[in-house]
Protein backbone atom coordinates (compact mmCIF):
# COMPACT_ATOMS: atom_id res chain seq x y z
CA UNK A 1 0.00 0.00 0.00
CA UNK A 2 2.60 2.26 1.17
CA UNK A 3 4.55 1.56 -2.52
CA UNK A 4 1.41 2.59 -4.09
CA UNK A 5 1.50 5.82 -2.33
CA UNK A 6 4.57 6.84 -3.31
CA UNK A 7 4.65 6.01 -7.01
CA UNK A 8 1.05 7.20 -7.64
CA UNK A 9 2.01 11.02 -7.71
CA UNK A 10 4.58 10.25 -10.23
CA UNK A 11 2.33 8.54 -12.48
CA UNK A 12 -0.26 11.29 -11.97
CA UNK A 13 2.60 14.17 -13.18
CA UNK A 14 3.97 12.23 -15.90
CA UNK A 15 -0.14 11.52 -16.92
CA UNK A 16 -0.42 15.57 -16.69
CA UNK A 17 2.97 16.22 -18.39
CA UNK A 18 1.28 13.80 -21.36
CA UNK A 19 -2.17 15.60 -21.05
CA UNK A 20 -0.78 19.01 -21.78
CA UNK A 21 1.88 18.03 -24.56
CA UNK A 22 -1.36 16.22 -26.62
CA UNK A 23 -3.21 19.51 -26.03
CA UNK A 24 0.15 21.49 -27.71
CA UNK A 25 0.15 19.46 -30.65
CA UNK A 26 -3.53 19.70 -31.02
CA UNK A 27 -3.31 23.40 -30.91
CA UNK A 28 -0.04 23.62 -33.33
CA UNK A 29 -1.97 21.18 -36.17
CA UNK A 30 -5.01 23.46 -35.91
CA UNK A 31 -3.10 26.53 -36.40
CA UNK A 32 -0.56 25.10 -38.27
CA UNK A 33 -4.08 24.82 -40.90
CA UNK A 34 -4.81 28.18 -40.20
CA UNK A 35 -7.16 27.87 -37.32
CA UNK A 36 -7.52 30.56 -34.68
CA UNK A 37 -8.79 29.79 -31.44
CA UNK A 38 -11.83 32.28 -30.63
CA UNK A 39 -13.69 30.49 -28.13
CA UNK A 40 -14.94 27.48 -26.29
CA UNK A 41 -18.06 25.02 -26.97
CA UNK A 42 -18.37 24.04 -23.58
CA UNK A 43 -15.19 22.34 -22.07
CA UNK A 44 -13.39 22.34 -24.87
CA UNK A 45 -11.88 24.92 -26.96
CA UNK A 46 -12.82 25.67 -30.40
CA UNK A 47 -10.83 26.99 -33.45
CA UNK A 48 -12.35 28.86 -36.16
CA UNK A 49 -11.52 28.00 -39.69
CA UNK A 50 -9.69 31.28 -41.99
CA UNK A 51 -10.16 30.26 -45.51
CA UNK A 52 -10.40 32.30 -48.52
CA UNK A 53 -14.45 33.23 -49.11
CA UNK A 54 -16.00 35.28 -46.74
CA UNK A 55 -17.43 34.63 -43.22
CA UNK A 56 -20.33 36.53 -41.94
CA UNK A 57 -21.73 37.28 -38.15
CA UNK A 58 -25.04 38.14 -37.92
CA UNK A 59 -26.52 39.70 -34.36
CA UNK A 60 -28.47 42.75 -32.74
CA UNK A 61 -26.90 45.48 -31.43
CA UNK A 62 -25.17 44.17 -27.98
CA UNK A 63 -25.30 41.14 -28.83
CA UNK A 64 -21.46 40.74 -29.25
CA UNK A 65 -20.86 40.80 -33.06
CA UNK A 66 -18.66 43.45 -33.09
CA UNK A 67 -16.71 41.58 -29.81
CA UNK A 68 -16.48 38.33 -32.40
CA UNK A 69 -15.00 40.41 -35.11
CA UNK A 70 -12.36 42.24 -33.31
CA UNK A 71 -11.15 39.13 -31.64
CA UNK A 72 -11.05 37.90 -34.84
CA UNK A 73 -9.04 40.33 -36.26
CA UNK A 74 -6.56 40.54 -33.21
CA UNK A 75 -6.16 36.68 -33.60
CA UNK A 76 -5.49 37.00 -37.54
CA UNK A 77 -3.48 40.30 -37.72
CA UNK A 78 -0.53 38.35 -36.09
CA UNK A 79 0.57 35.92 -39.35
CA UNK A 80 -1.85 37.79 -41.76
CA UNK A 81 -2.46 41.68 -42.72
CA UNK A 82 -6.01 42.96 -42.02
CA UNK A 83 -7.68 45.72 -43.04
CA UNK A 84 -11.06 47.19 -40.93
CA UNK A 85 -13.41 49.16 -42.54
CA UNK A 86 -15.10 50.89 -39.37
CA UNK A 87 -17.80 52.43 -40.23
CA UNK A 88 -19.15 53.56 -36.38
CA UNK A 89 -15.49 54.25 -35.36
CA UNK A 90 -15.65 52.00 -32.97
CA UNK A 91 -12.27 49.92 -33.54
CA UNK A 92 -9.13 49.86 -30.99
CA UNK A 93 -6.55 47.06 -31.79
CA UNK A 94 -3.35 46.27 -30.72
CA UNK A 95 -0.91 46.70 -33.88
CA UNK A 96 -3.35 48.51 -36.06
CA UNK A 97 -2.85 51.81 -37.37
CA UNK A 98 -5.34 54.02 -38.19
CA UNK A 99 -6.42 55.91 -40.93
CA UNK A 100 -8.80 58.69 -41.42
CA UNK A 101 -10.09 59.35 -44.72
CA UNK A 102 -9.75 63.03 -45.75
CA UNK A 103 -7.24 63.61 -42.90
CA UNK A 104 -3.88 60.73 -43.64
CA UNK A 105 -5.71 58.70 -46.53
CA UNK A 106 -6.33 59.91 -49.79
CA UNK A 107 -8.01 57.58 -52.68
CA UNK A 108 -8.10 58.64 -56.50
CA UNK A 109 -12.26 56.78 -57.24
CA UNK A 110 -11.60 57.65 -60.98
CA UNK A 111 -8.22 56.18 -61.14
CA UNK A 112 -7.42 53.02 -63.29
CA UNK A 113 -5.13 50.82 -62.20
CA UNK A 114 -5.04 47.81 -63.93
CA UNK A 115 -6.85 46.04 -67.08
CA UNK A 116 -8.76 47.06 -69.51
CA UNK A 117 -9.81 50.77 -69.76
CA UNK A 118 -13.25 50.06 -70.91
CA UNK A 119 -14.19 47.57 -68.41
CA UNK A 120 -12.91 50.00 -65.69
CA UNK A 121 -15.54 52.72 -67.15
CA UNK A 122 -18.28 49.94 -67.12
CA UNK A 123 -17.91 49.18 -63.23
CA UNK A 124 -17.40 53.22 -62.78
CA UNK A 125 -20.90 53.51 -64.28
CA UNK A 126 -22.25 50.74 -63.06
CA UNK A 127 -20.60 51.74 -59.34
CA UNK A 128 -22.02 55.27 -59.05
CA UNK A 129 -25.41 53.95 -61.01
CA UNK A 130 -25.87 51.30 -57.98
CA UNK A 131 -25.03 54.01 -55.28
CA UNK A 132 -26.75 57.07 -56.61
CA UNK A 133 -29.61 54.93 -58.30
CA UNK A 134 -28.65 56.42 -61.64
CA UNK A 135 -31.63 55.72 -64.66
CA UNK A 136 -30.39 54.35 -67.44
CA UNK A 137 -30.14 58.18 -69.41
CA UNK A 138 -28.00 59.32 -66.91
CA UNK A 139 -25.97 56.32 -66.93
CA UNK A 140 -25.43 56.69 -70.62
CA UNK A 141 -24.87 60.31 -69.69
CA UNK A 142 -22.05 59.57 -67.24
CA UNK A 143 -20.55 57.47 -69.51
CA UNK A 144 -20.09 59.88 -71.94
CA UNK A 145 -18.09 62.15 -70.09
CA UNK A 146 -16.21 59.09 -68.79
CA UNK A 147 -15.17 58.56 -72.22
CA UNK A 148 -14.56 62.05 -72.45
CA UNK A 149 -12.43 62.63 -69.19
CA UNK A 150 -10.05 59.01 -69.54
CA UNK A 151 -9.36 60.27 -73.51
CA UNK A 152 -7.90 63.53 -72.39
CA UNK A 153 -6.55 63.38 -68.91
CA UNK A 154 -3.99 61.31 -67.65
CA UNK A 155 -4.98 61.56 -63.84
CA UNK A 156 -8.81 61.78 -63.47
CA UNK A 157 -10.76 63.12 -61.00
CA UNK A 158 -14.48 64.03 -59.81
CA UNK A 159 -13.72 67.60 -59.88
CA UNK A 160 -12.59 67.47 -63.54
CA UNK A 161 -15.18 65.06 -64.32
CA UNK A 162 -18.22 67.91 -63.26
CA UNK A 163 -16.32 70.09 -65.71
CA UNK A 164 -16.44 67.46 -68.92
CA UNK A 165 -20.25 66.72 -67.90
CA UNK A 166 -20.32 70.41 -67.80
CA UNK A 167 -19.43 70.78 -71.41
CA UNK A 168 -21.81 68.09 -72.60
CA UNK A 169 -23.64 69.73 -75.46
CA UNK A 170 -27.58 69.26 -74.71
CA UNK A 171 -29.97 68.81 -77.30
CA UNK A 172 -33.27 68.89 -75.51
CA UNK A 173 -34.36 69.76 -71.67
CA UNK A 174 -34.51 66.35 -71.16
CA UNK A 175 -30.89 65.99 -71.55
CA UNK A 176 -30.81 69.37 -68.88
CA UNK A 177 -32.68 67.33 -66.73
CA UNK A 178 -30.12 64.14 -66.90
CA UNK A 179 -27.60 66.58 -66.72
CA UNK A 180 -28.46 68.15 -63.14
CA UNK A 181 -29.82 65.28 -61.88
CA UNK A 182 -26.26 63.77 -62.16
CA UNK A 183 -24.93 66.94 -60.23
CA UNK A 184 -27.12 67.28 -57.78
CA UNK A 185 -26.50 63.66 -56.76
CA UNK A 186 -22.29 64.11 -57.00
CA UNK A 187 -21.85 67.68 -56.18
CA UNK A 188 -21.18 67.10 -52.64
CA UNK A 189 -18.54 64.37 -53.34
CA UNK A 190 -16.35 67.57 -54.53
CA UNK A 191 -16.48 69.66 -50.88
CA UNK A 192 -15.09 69.18 -47.82
CA UNK A 193 -13.77 66.03 -46.28
CA UNK A 194 -15.06 64.08 -49.20
CA UNK A 195 -13.07 66.58 -51.56
CA UNK A 196 -10.02 65.58 -49.38
CA UNK A 197 -10.54 62.01 -49.58
CA UNK A 198 -10.88 61.66 -53.31
CA UNK A 199 -8.04 63.17 -55.06
CA UNK A 200 -6.10 63.17 -57.25
CA UNK A 201 -3.66 60.80 -55.70
CA UNK A 202 -3.76 57.57 -53.70
CA UNK A 203 -2.26 56.32 -50.61
CA UNK A 204 0.53 53.04 -51.65
CA UNK A 205 -2.19 50.08 -52.01
CA UNK A 206 0.76 47.72 -51.48
CA UNK A 207 1.22 49.31 -47.53
CA UNK A 208 -2.51 49.26 -47.82
CA UNK A 209 -2.95 45.50 -48.42
CA UNK A 210 0.23 44.46 -46.24
CA UNK A 211 -0.27 46.06 -42.82
CA UNK A 212 -2.67 45.82 -40.04
CA UNK A 213 -4.68 48.72 -41.05
CA UNK A 214 -8.31 50.73 -39.89
CA UNK A 215 -10.14 52.59 -41.69
CA UNK A 216 -12.18 55.09 -39.68
CA UNK A 217 -15.88 55.79 -41.83
CA UNK A 218 -17.11 57.25 -39.18
CA UNK A 219 -15.84 60.96 -40.48
CA UNK A 220 -18.44 60.45 -43.14
CA UNK A 221 -22.19 61.53 -42.19
CA UNK A 222 -23.65 60.88 -45.82
CA UNK A 223 -23.89 56.67 -46.33
CA UNK A 224 -23.51 57.13 -49.90
CA UNK A 225 -20.35 58.20 -49.52
CA UNK A 226 -19.41 55.23 -46.59
CA UNK A 227 -20.36 52.73 -49.16
CA UNK A 228 -18.74 54.57 -52.45
CA UNK A 229 -15.53 54.29 -50.75
CA UNK A 230 -15.74 51.02 -49.54
CA UNK A 231 -16.83 49.85 -52.61
CA UNK A 232 -13.95 51.67 -54.54
CA UNK A 233 -11.53 50.50 -52.00
CA UNK A 234 -13.01 46.59 -52.49
CA UNK A 235 -12.35 47.92 -56.67
CA UNK A 236 -8.88 48.70 -55.68
CA UNK A 237 -7.90 45.47 -54.24
CA UNK A 238 -9.39 43.33 -56.59
CA UNK A 239 -7.35 45.24 -59.27
CA UNK A 240 -4.17 44.74 -57.02
CA UNK A 241 -4.24 40.90 -56.63
CA UNK A 242 -5.02 40.32 -60.02
CA UNK A 243 -1.97 42.57 -61.14
CA UNK A 244 -0.01 40.53 -58.96
CA UNK A 245 -1.61 37.16 -60.15
CA UNK A 246 -1.91 36.31 -56.36
CA UNK A 247 -3.99 32.81 -57.43
CA UNK A 248 -3.94 31.38 -53.90
CA UNK A 249 -5.65 28.30 -51.92
CA UNK A 250 -4.53 30.43 -48.44
CA UNK A 251 -5.07 33.09 -46.88
CA UNK A 252 -2.97 35.86 -47.49
CA UNK A 253 -5.23 38.83 -46.50
CA UNK A 254 -8.16 39.84 -44.66
CA UNK A 255 -10.92 42.69 -44.62
CA UNK A 256 -13.54 42.93 -42.35
CA UNK A 257 -16.58 45.07 -43.22
CA UNK A 258 -19.01 46.58 -40.71
CA UNK A 259 -22.78 46.95 -41.83
CA UNK A 260 -22.19 44.90 -44.75
CA UNK A 261 -25.59 45.42 -45.24
CA UNK A 262 -25.17 48.83 -46.92
CA UNK A 263 -22.49 46.52 -49.11
CA UNK A 264 -24.22 43.60 -49.99
CA UNK A 265 -28.40 44.56 -49.42
CA UNK A 266 -31.17 42.32 -49.71
CA UNK A 267 -32.13 41.79 -53.25
CA UNK A 268 -35.06 39.39 -55.13
CA UNK A 269 -33.89 36.71 -57.30
CA UNK A 270 -34.70 37.68 -60.61
CA UNK A 271 -32.66 40.88 -59.94
CA UNK A 272 -28.72 40.97 -60.89
CA UNK A 273 -25.86 40.59 -57.93
CA UNK A 274 -24.74 44.08 -57.22
CA UNK A 275 -21.23 45.43 -57.57
CA UNK A 276 -20.96 43.86 -53.82
CA UNK A 277 -21.76 40.57 -54.60
CA UNK A 278 -19.26 40.35 -57.43
CA UNK A 279 -16.32 41.61 -55.55
CA UNK A 280 -16.92 38.97 -52.91
CA UNK A 281 -17.03 35.91 -55.47
CA UNK A 282 -14.33 37.05 -57.48
CA UNK A 283 -12.01 37.95 -54.54
CA UNK A 284 -12.08 34.48 -52.88
CA UNK A 285 -10.34 33.28 -55.86
CA UNK A 286 -7.01 35.32 -54.98
CA UNK A 287 -6.61 34.56 -51.48
CA UNK A 288 -8.53 36.88 -50.10
CA UNK A 289 -11.11 36.51 -47.08
CA UNK A 290 -14.19 39.19 -46.53
CA UNK A 291 -15.82 38.98 -43.00
CA UNK A 292 -19.20 41.06 -43.15
CA UNK A 293 -20.59 41.99 -39.98
CA UNK A 294 -24.41 43.06 -39.75
CA UNK A 295 -27.56 42.78 -37.45
CA UNK A 296 -29.78 39.91 -40.08
CA UNK A 297 -29.62 37.61 -42.38
CA UNK A 298 -32.80 39.15 -43.88
CA UNK A 299 -31.01 42.31 -44.50
CA UNK A 300 -28.28 40.94 -46.63
CA UNK A 301 -28.15 39.10 -50.01
CA UNK A 302 -29.41 35.50 -49.97
CA UNK A 303 -25.71 34.61 -51.45
CA UNK A 304 -24.26 36.55 -48.81
CA UNK A 305 -25.34 34.01 -46.41
CA UNK A 306 -25.68 30.86 -48.65
CA UNK A 307 -22.20 30.99 -50.02
CA UNK A 308 -20.41 31.66 -46.88
CA UNK A 309 -17.44 29.17 -45.77
CA UNK A 310 -18.46 29.96 -41.92
CA UNK A 311 -21.47 31.66 -40.48
CA UNK A 312 -21.81 32.76 -36.81
CA UNK A 313 -24.86 33.96 -35.48
CA UNK A 314 -25.35 35.86 -32.27
CA UNK A 315 -28.76 36.91 -30.38
CA UNK A 316 -30.79 37.70 -33.46
CA UNK A 317 -34.49 36.86 -34.41
CA UNK A 318 -35.27 33.10 -34.96
CA UNK A 319 -37.74 34.02 -37.66
CA UNK A 320 -34.93 36.10 -39.74
CA UNK A 321 -32.86 32.69 -39.51
CA UNK A 322 -35.43 30.65 -40.36
CA UNK A 323 -36.37 31.98 -43.26
CA UNK A 324 -32.89 32.18 -44.80
CA UNK A 325 -31.16 29.40 -43.36
CA UNK A 326 -34.28 26.72 -42.43
CA UNK A 327 -32.36 26.14 -39.18
CA UNK A 328 -34.42 25.66 -35.72
CA UNK A 329 -32.63 24.89 -32.46
CA UNK A 330 -33.99 23.70 -29.41
CA UNK A 331 -32.14 26.72 -27.81
CA UNK A 332 -33.24 29.74 -29.64
CA UNK A 333 -31.52 32.24 -31.31
CA UNK A 334 -33.02 35.12 -29.77
CA UNK A 335 -32.58 33.94 -26.36
CA UNK A 336 -28.44 33.73 -26.70
CA UNK A 337 -26.44 35.31 -23.93
CA UNK A 338 -23.91 37.71 -24.57
CA UNK A 339 -20.97 36.83 -26.32
CA UNK A 340 -22.52 33.68 -27.01
CA UNK A 341 -23.15 32.13 -30.76
CA UNK A 342 -23.72 29.33 -32.48
CA UNK A 343 -21.33 28.69 -35.78
CA UNK A 344 -21.74 26.97 -38.83
CA UNK A 345 -18.83 25.04 -40.19
CA UNK A 346 -18.04 22.37 -42.24
CA UNK A 347 -22.06 21.78 -42.23
CA UNK A 348 -21.94 21.52 -38.47
CA UNK A 349 -23.90 23.70 -36.16
CA UNK A 350 -21.71 24.59 -32.74
CA UNK A 351 -22.34 26.87 -29.85
CA UNK A 352 -19.86 28.99 -29.22
CA UNK A 353 -18.18 31.07 -26.44
CA UNK A 354 -16.47 33.54 -27.66
CA UNK A 355 -13.53 35.04 -25.80
CA UNK A 356 -13.79 38.64 -24.89
CA UNK A 357 -11.07 40.79 -26.79
CA UNK A 358 -9.57 43.61 -24.58
CA UNK A 359 -7.84 46.46 -25.86
CA UNK A 360 -4.43 47.22 -23.59
CA UNK A 361 -3.00 50.30 -23.89
CA UNK A 362 0.78 50.02 -24.07
CA UNK A 363 2.61 52.20 -21.10
CA UNK A 364 5.10 53.21 -23.22
CA UNK A 365 2.50 55.45 -25.50
CA UNK A 366 1.94 57.69 -22.27
CA UNK A 367 5.76 57.66 -21.96
CA UNK A 368 5.87 58.98 -25.33
CA UNK A 369 3.42 61.43 -24.65
CA UNK A 370 5.14 63.07 -21.91
CA UNK A 371 8.59 62.82 -23.94
CA UNK A 372 6.83 64.67 -26.32
CA UNK A 373 5.33 67.62 -23.87
CA UNK A 374 8.69 67.48 -22.31
CA UNK A 375 10.71 68.18 -25.30
CA UNK A 376 8.05 70.93 -26.15
CA UNK A 377 8.97 72.86 -22.94
CA UNK A 378 12.78 72.17 -23.78
CA UNK A 379 11.97 73.66 -26.82
CA UNK A 380 10.07 76.53 -25.73
CA UNK A 381 12.48 77.63 -22.57
CA UNK A 382 15.48 77.57 -25.65
CA UNK A 383 13.59 79.96 -28.00
CA UNK A 384 12.90 82.43 -25.08
CA UNK A 385 16.71 81.86 -23.32
CA UNK A 386 16.73 85.67 -22.98
CA UNK A 387 13.49 86.32 -21.24
CA UNK A 388 14.57 83.89 -18.78
CA UNK A 389 17.89 85.68 -18.31
CA UNK A 390 16.01 88.70 -18.26
CA UNK A 391 13.73 88.22 -15.30
CA UNK A 392 16.50 86.38 -13.57
CA UNK A 393 18.36 89.91 -13.53
CA UNK A 394 15.62 91.61 -12.56
CA UNK A 395 14.99 89.61 -9.33
CA UNK A 396 18.45 90.01 -8.44
Given at each position: ??????????????????????????????????????????????????????????????????????????????????LILD????????????????????????????????????????????????????????????????????????????????????????????????????????????????????????????????????????????????????????????????????????????????????????????????????????????????????????????????????????????????????????????????????????????????????????????????????????ENRD??????????
Amino acid sequence: MTGIFKFYPVEMAFSTLLGIAVMLVYYFVKMKRGEVLVGRQGFSPFFLKILPGHIVIYGKTGSGKSNTAKLIASKISKKIPVLILDWAGEYELEKFERLIPGDNFQVNPLEHVYGDLNEHIDFLVDLFGDVFQFSDPMRFMFRRALNQLFSEDTVPTLTRFLEKLDAIPLKSYYDHETKMAIKRRLAHLVEGRALRTFSDSSHSMKYLFSSNIIIDLSVFRSVHVKILFTLILLKILYDYVVSRKRFSEKVKHVVIIEEAYNIIPYRRLDYLPTIGERLFAELRKYGECLIAVSQSPIETSWSLAKNARVVIIHNTLDKDVDSVFGIRINFPFSKLPVGEAYVIQDNRIKRVKFFKYKFRKKEFENTKSSKIKFSHMLRFEEENRDLYVEIEYEKN
